[in-house]
């Protein structure tokens, strides 16, 4: 059984999840976890925040070209 998610399998995921365990022991997953969580809230906010920009500058430069357009 794979998952779509990078092309890993069931045991890969679980030989990753062993390394983490031995890495950051059972008491500092849950740090580690929640840290991540952030640090990916924070990167979507950018992204969606960039996205933003670039869609509103793109209905800003529209609009100018529109009005000089009617002017003549």
């Known amino acids: 059984m794979y998952t779509q998610f990078l092309f890993i399998s069931g045991p ?19 740090e580690v976890a ?22 509103d500058t793109d209905i800003v430069k529209d609009v100018t070209e529109i009005k000089k357009n009617i002017k003549g």
């Open 34 to 55: 929640k840290g991540l969580g952030k640090g990916l809230k924070e990167f979507k906010k950018a992204t969606d925040d960039i996205k933003k920009e670039i869609t």
């Open 12 to 30: 890969e995921i679980f030989i990753v999840l062993i390394v983490i365990l031995l890495l950051f022991g059972s008491k500092k997953i849950p």
